[in-house]
């Protein structure tokens, strides 16, 4: 038998008939569709029991209830809480990205120990037990050598439990300085001090407002408690209507019904314009002017002296027709609303201009009603035992505030961390020598992040309880990581600038991920370790006992339904409790010896440093750009616009004619100097900035966290950014910085 | 002998020559032929029998399970253990809570009840069931919409699992990834019975058959979106 070539011919015919006639090939041809569709990295969620679990938020000071959606024992979507007082279902980018912060390789996983110098990143895996060692026996060594003022904590929450155990550490321990980040808020507080001589916080009904006159606050870009600002501006836009005053084109000035540009800074020039035209055509309360204030004459004799609207035309650039009229529409509503503070309110800023505010609310007796502007007490559920200090600790506590809050200068203050650095840096103070920060970031937040740094250099030990690997983090020299606030028990009694007090707990909805110990069971466990009245101040067993403990009857409420709310809480109208019983237009604790005007408020020009620079720069603040705590969460970074951010350069807003004048086009690179520090950035073209004015995006510049958190994007607005200490206050009223601009 | 004489002998040898090839050309065909039946033959055996088994790997479970058994022993059929969450959604295999309501304790003593207690109640892990009818992760696919709705029988789909004293060898696509019991046991894709192919094909048919709503109830769209959301 001969082997042709037909005859392999033929064999293959017949294989191509018998494959043909297999199911091979049409099996085969479905499968590879398959599996070209079939990438392993696509993502495919784990199937389960669904689940939604109510908690608080604790990402912002908004105070807002979320619904975790889980499923089976893994958290994978966080909604507003429905019916929550605060948010009612609604939720911000924040607040939605919270799965972000738990899930990120930013968390860290234990308690890690510098190992390299300052800010060289390595670490060392250490236990608890050790951990905890180092940190008492570092305490305990400052305390024996009689220096217990010499311990100072920076936390990012005034109220509530932690704070309130981190400060009653610090008291038995010996040391005065418990350090918290200021805002706006804490100028209201300031301003309400002064005028109503209540300790209390300002809450705003806007729900019920049929007029908002707002001067810089950007109501649409994180002030307050944003979810309810939304929710309550979206309803009384359609009813009522919003003036947006403000130097730049902003997100709320273009949904406003009216923006009126104003020359940056004079804003409380144009406060005192309006109150001057209500007080010339009188359109004010006369009833409540008579009956519940004090100091009117002396007020409307400043008033009507400085500010007529063709003065303050002058100053704020504001056409004095324009200045009469927004002045008559606010006296002409029933329930006007006058606001202050820039962006979100970042910057605590000036107190007379807060309080300039508060006057002018007070023109119409807008006070503790409906729609108008309310006190809200302090929370006052924890009432633990006194704490007594021992000698030692006496000794410590006389030696007064390093940041001089308290002190004859700022007598009703009771923090000023934007002074901290300044006192560690000029060496007139007695000096830090351990540093414990709790849920802030202050390398990040504070202006003039050089200043902070070399501040923080002198600090021999830092301790962070940070979740995060944060830039504060990063320079510590112990991380003693907290769990998030989806993995712990904790009561959150604030919404900023909410009418009603609200007291939210958040809770574990899921186990948590790393080996992490929450705050408050370090402090308790360190305090013990003290023994003496130290540890008598803390005879809770953990911090799930002095939770509950506190909280008494409302522990099992709140683990039930998130949040309580005195419906029927009504602030006592007016509640005024100055010595007279009334609402002072010209306060009294005011030191008055720099300046005649103290007390009153006015419209102070206190200048913003840099002497150089024929520009002004001015921060701008935005919903997906975090400014706090924690960093914008990668999907907040996908929607910050390329007009802010564009690859890995910040992106500053300046006039047309700026760009003409100085040869620069949409995209050119420019070099921004101030007296704190200097930038390379982009430039865009915008007409809704006036010239000579540059608006420079704030969120951006991480140094810390990852890649996909902002690490490297853009410039940190701080770096160019430095502190105005208000007179009066102490807080910082730096509204801009003078600069020096020019074509890179 | 002339030249031309010569030539012509030549030529006739030629055509003799040609002509004693044709006289074997039949059996040539029948080599050809041969080998044609023997590329079909292997082709055949290739594609029916060498294909499925290249084409399918074996995955053992992890233990055996008796479902007969356990039917005897519970009160509400597949449901007692596979059953519908509060919302509606279907719980799928047991998880591993369920099993010890029952399991708290080693019942028996059959080695897999040992394997059951000492690798996964004992370190307190989930059983990887292989699950047989897992549909790929683009369909959607509601069993409420099927069980409650539309009143099935499990077995439609399922077929007779639940009587069987022990698993089936779980087989898996090594090119899709998918459960054999999708495609079916028999690679030419026939079917005898309702549940023996769980392919798209079979989820229309049935669709059309009784019909049903072809009109994606959440999207209104067609229906592709009866089941590609």
């Not at chain 1, 300790?199 to 006159?213: C, K, Q, Y």
């Not at chain 2, 709705?149 to 087989?171: F, K, Q, W």
Request: proline share 5%; with cysteine; aromatic share 10%.
């Amino acid at each position: 038998m001969k082997l042709s070539r037909r005859c392999f011919l033929s064999f293959s015919l017949g294989t191509t008939v018998g494959i043909t006639l297999s199911p091979l090939p049409w099996k085969i041809t479905d499968d590879l569709s398959i599996w070209t569709q079939n990438w392993p990295w696509t993502p495919v969620p784990r199937d389960g029991a669904y689940s939604l679990e109510n908690s608080a938020c604790t990402l912002c000071p908004g105070g807002c209830g979320i619904s975790v959606r889980k499923v089976d024992h893994r958290a994978v979507k966080i909604d507003g809480m429905k019916d929550h007082p605060v948010n009612d279902g609604g939720i911000c980018i924040l607040g939605a990205s919270g799965l972000q912060y738990l899930y990120g390789p930013f968390r860290l996983p234990s308690p890690l120990k510098r190992v390299g110098e300052r800010g060289e990143g390595r670490w060392k895996n250490i236990s608890w037990k050790q951990a905890l060692t180092e940190v008492s026996e570092k305490l305990s060594e400052i305390r024996s050598n009689g220096e217990p003022e010499k311990v100072a904590v920076i936390s990012g929450k005034k109220e509530g439990t932690i704070a309130c155990l981190l400060e009653r550490f610090l008291t038995v321990y010996g040391s005065p300085n418990f350090m918290t980040p200021s805002t706006v808020e804490d100028s209201y507080e300031a301003a309400l001090h002064l005028m109503q001589g209540s300790r209390a916080s300002v809450g705003f009904d806007f729900e019920n407002a049929d007029f908002v006159l707002s001067f810089g606050s950007g109501i649409l870009e994180g002030w307050g408690s944003p979810v309810k600002i939304f929710q309550a501006i979206g309803k009384l836009k359609k009813d009522g209507s919003v003036i947006q005053v403000e130097p730049r084109l902003s997100n709320t000035a273009a949904k406003s019904d009216r923006w009126v540009p104003i020359n940056p800074g004079t804003e409380a020039a144009m406060i005192m314009g309006v109150a001057h035209v209500i007080i010339r055509e009188k359109l004010y309360d006369e009833n409540f002017i008579n009956t519940s204030t004090s100091g009117f004459q002396k007020y409307q004799s400043l008033v009507m002296e400085d500010y007529s609207p063709e003065k303050v035309s002058v100053i704020t650039g504001i056409a004095s027709s324009q200045i009469v009229a927004i002045a008559r529409e606010f006296a002409k509503a029933s329930k006007p609303i006058a606001i202050c503070g820039r962006g979100e309110g970042r910057i605590a800023g000036n107190v007379h201009e807060t309080m300039a505010v508060l006057a002018l609310n007070a023109l119409k007796g807008n006070f503790n009603r409906e729609g108008g502007l309310w006190s809200v007490p302090k929370p006052d559920y924890i009432k633990w035992a006194e704490a007594k200090p021992d000698q030692t600790a006496l000794e410590g506590l006389e030696k007064g505030r390093i940041d001089g809050a308290g002190s004859k200068e700022y007598p009703f203050m009771t923090s000023l961390l934007d002074r901290f650095p300044k006192m560690i840096n000029e060496e007139n103070s007695y000096g830090i020598q351990a540093l414990l920060v709790s849920n802030a970031n202050p390398l990040y937040t504070m202006p003039d992040t050089e200043a902070v740094k070399k501040a923080f250099e002198k600090i021999p030990y830092i301790v962070s309880f940070s979740s995060f690997m944060d830039e504060t983090a990063q320079f510590s020299d112990i991380l003693l990581p907290n769990p998030i606030y989806l993995e712990r028990y904790e009561d959150v009694p604030t919404a900023a600038m909410y009418k009603k007090p609200v007291l939210n707990l958040t809770k574990p909805v899921v186990k948590p991920l790393h080996n992490t110990i929450n705050t408050g069971d370090i402090i308790i466990k360190i305090a013990k370790s003290f023994g003496g009245s130290i540890a008598d101040a803390f005879k809770w067993r953990d911090y799930e006992t002095c939770l509950k403990e506190t909280l008494g009857a409302q522990w099992e409420i709140l683990k039930k339904q998130v949040v309580t709310e005195d419906k029927n809480f009504v602030a006592n109208s007016p509640a005024l409790e100055t010595n007279a019983g009334k609402f002072q237009f010209v306060a009294d604790d005011v030191n008055k010896s720099q300046n005649s005007k103290a007390g009153i408020p006015h419209f102070e020009d206190l200048g913003i440093n840099g002497a150089a620079g024929n520009f002004v720069l001015i921060p701008y603040d935005s919903m997906p750009l975090s400014t706090g705590y924690v960093a914008s969460a990668p999907f907040m970074l996908k929607v910050v616009s390329d007009k802010a951010l564009y690859h890995q350069d910040t992106v500053v807003q300046i006039n047309p004619e700026t760009a003409l004048i100085l040869g620069l086009k949409e995209g050119s690179y420019a070099n921004l100097e101030t007296s704190v520090g200097s930038a390379r950035v982009k430039v865009t073209l915008y007409d809704g900035i006036m010239p000579n004015v540059i608006a420079m995006p704030s969120g951006l510049g991480h140094t810390a966290y990852d890649d996909y958190m902002g690490n490297g994007k853009g410039v940190n607005i701080n770096q160019v950014l430095g502190v105005v200490e208000d007179p009066v206050t102490g807080l910082n009223a730096a509204w801009g910085i003078r600069a020096k601009f020019s074509k890179a | 002998m002339s030249a031309s004489e010569e030539k012509t002998k030549e030529v006739s040898e030629e055509t003799a020559g040609k002509g004693a090839d044709k006289s074997k050309e039949p059996s040539n065909a029948g080599i050809i032929f041969i080998f044609f039946v023997l590329g079909l033959g292997v082709s055949i055996m290739v594609g029916w029998i060498l294909f499925p088994k290249v084409l399918y790997s074996q995955k053992e479970q992890p233990f055996d399970f008796n479902h007969e058994n356990h039917m005897l022993m519970v009160d509400n059929g597949c449901q007692s253990c596979h059953f519908f969450r509060e919302d509606g959604t279907f719980s799928g295999a047991p998880k591993l809570e369920q099993c010890i309501d029952c399991h708290y304790d080693i019942h028996g003593g059959s080695e897999d009840e040992i394997i059951f207690h000492e690798q996964y109640v004992a370190n307190n892990l989930e059983v990887p069931w292989l699950i047989y009818y897992k549909q790929p992760n683009c369909v959607f696919f509601s069993h409420a919409a099927h069980v409650i709705n539309a009143e099935m029988d499990c077995r439609t789909c399922h077929g007779d699992i639940g009587e069987s004293t022990s698993l089936p060898v779980y087989e898996y696509n090594r090119l899709s990834s998918y459960s054999r019991n999708i495609w079916g046991q028999n690679i030419a894709g026939l079917k005898r019975n309702t549940w023996d192919r769980m392919k798209m094909s079979d989820c229309s048919d049935c669709h059309q058959r009784n019909n049903v709503n072809q009109n994606s109830v959440q999207t209104l769209k067609g229906p592709c979106f009866v089941c590609h959301k």
